[in-house]
């Protein structure tokens, strides 16, 4: 594989999507909604506001079917405290995954179907590249903007919750050890599940809305861990961030072997 070839896909679908508002546009504001408005308006909440008695109740009976690692945490936390901790640490773990899946799939989406969509796929398929550096190099485009938006929106939300944090717990107490896990074992991973996803997706499909629409499916693994942890069936704890990245890992391997047979150049052609 010609890494040449590769860092010029690479280079001119960034350029591309560079120019592309519909693209951009979603992958700025996702995060300042979900690493700033959010985090800020429930840390400093409830300074502001009593806590309702459900809340309390809700929250009690939560930690109590918590694991005792970490209960331990929280142990010596008044209600508000506990009310902080939990949030940033918890319960908003697996909403932060939807930024790194959100963002390959709207650059796969543009860069796959967005191609046959302004109608310049067929001249790249007939450049001399093979179908892997083609494949590489788009895959490529997706995973790195998500990667790093994801890292840039971690430190957003470090800062945040610190500062906002800081006047309930007295401290600052961000990122933990299962954050770091988080960051750097599972985003990737859940960047490259997105991708694979909608690789499959774009070559059967016309446009980029269609394609955008059909992706929606990549947050269906999100919205089963944030209900199993709603639920009390699984808690973001170290170990299992380690196995989420796992499974993760696993899929990107099994979905990304089948994106690479269904980018086969001729099979491309023939659906133009």
Do not use: C, H
């Not at 963002?103 to 302004?118: H, L, Y």
């Not at 269906?220 to 961030?241: C, D, H, K, N, R």
């Amino acid at each position: 594989m010609n890494t040449r070839t590769v860092r010029a896909i690479l280079r001119k679908d960034l350029l591309t999507l560079a120019q592309n508002k519909g693209v951009w546009m979603p992958i700025a504001i996702v995060p300042v909604i979900l690493m700033i408005i959010m985090p800020a308006v429930m840390l400093l909440a409830p300074t502001m506001v009593n806590f309702p008695g459900s809340t309390t109740a809700q929250m009690a009976g939560f930690l109590k079917n918590m694991p005792a690692a970490l209960q331990a945490q929280v142990a010596g936390l008044n209600e508000m405290q506990t009310f902080a901790y939990m949030f940033v640490v918890y319960f908003f773990a697996p909403f932060f995954l939807i930024i790194p899946m959100m963002t390959s799939s709207v650059i796969a989406a543009d860069t796959f179907a967005g191609e046959k969509e302004r109608k310049t796929l067929e001249a790249l398929l007939y450049t001399p590249a093979t179908d892997m550096e083609l494949f590489v190099g788009k895959a490529l485009t997706a995973w790195l903007p998500a990667v790093l938006v994801s890292f840039g929106s971690f430190v957003i939300y470090t800062i945040v919750v610190n500062a906002a944090g800081y006047p309930t717990l007295g401290r600052l107490f961000f990122p933990t050890g299962m954050w770091l896990v988080l960051i750097l074992w599972v985003v990737p991973a859940a960047a490259g599940l997105a991708i694979g996803i909608m690789v499959l997706v774009s070559t059967k499909v016309k446009s980029f809305q269609e394609a955008n629409q059909l992706g929606g499916m990549v947050v269906i693994p999100i919205l089963l861990l944030v209900f199993g942890q709603v639920g009390g069936v699984l808690y973001f704890s170290l170990p299992v961030a380690l196995l989420i990245g796992l499974v993760f890992w696993i899929a990107d391997a099994v979905l990304i072997r089948l994106a690479v047979k269904t980018f086969a150049r001729g099979e491309l052609i023939a659906r133009l």
